[in-house]
């Protein structure tokens, strides 16, 4: 299924369980905490690639790692985390 939204995402905030992992590269959720924090950093503003059953946001990000290698993730943004910035309508993944 699919919706069609009018937003981008600004993400501006790093979540609490992130917060945790962002220095400890032994955390299992270390690459997820560098990956949001460069999110953050860059200022760009996403497009929301999914709404979950639980209405919570993914977005996909896709990029070249540090061995020139593409990378194509997706990552599910956290309430509170991020503002709602209006744009065009485009459609998005929605999980019924």
Same mark, same amino acid.
């Given at each position: ?8 995402? %600004?993400? %501006? ?17 270390? &690459? ?5 924090? @460069? ?15 639980? &209405? ?11 061995? $020139?290698?593409? @990378?194509?993730?997706?990552? @599910?943004? &956290?309430? &509170?985390?991020? $503002? ?13």
């Amino acid at each position: 299924m699919s919706k069609t939204i009018d937003y981008l995402l %600004h993400i %501006h905030t790093l979540p609490d369980d992130l917060k945790n992992a962002l220095n400890n590269p032994e955390d299992f959720l270390w &690459g997820t905490a560098q990956l949001y924090s @460069k999110l953050i950093e860059t200022r760009y503003l996403w497009k929301v690639w999914q709404i979950d059953e639980f &209405g919570e946001l993914w977005i996909e990000v896709n990029f070249i790692d540090s061995d $020139s290698s593409p @990378k194509f993730e997706t990552l @599910k943004i &956290g309430p &509170g985390t991020y $503002s709602k910035v209006e744009s065009e309508p485009y459609l998005v993944l929605v999980e019924p």
